[in-house]
């Protein structure tokens, strides 16, 4: 089992989030933790970031890369905890 940090840029959440949470739930086996940000001022922001804490296979997680990066508007980037 790996552990790893990915973090996924959502350029357009008004429009991309529905897209992105059925990848999310599709892999939803190997997520530890999710985190979501976005800006707030007069109005919410469209673009967002979102934080994963992935438990799982090195397959599982670079699957999970894969399909969301073929999401139009998003994407992400993994970063492997090895200690």
Do not use: W
């Amino acid at each position: 089992m790996k552990n790893a940090v990915m973090c996924v840029l959502v350029k357009n959440r008004n429009s991309d989030a529905p897209k992105l949470q059925e990848v999310l739930t599709s892999h939803g086996c190997i997520i530890k933790t999710r985190i979501g940000v976005h800006e707030v001022s007069h109005t919410c922001a469209e673009d967002g970031l979102i934080m994963l804490h992935l438990t799982g296979s090195s397959d599982d997680i670079i699957n999970l890369e894969k399909d969301i990066n073929d999401l139009s508007e998003i994407r992400a980037k993994t970063l492997y905890l090895d200690f």
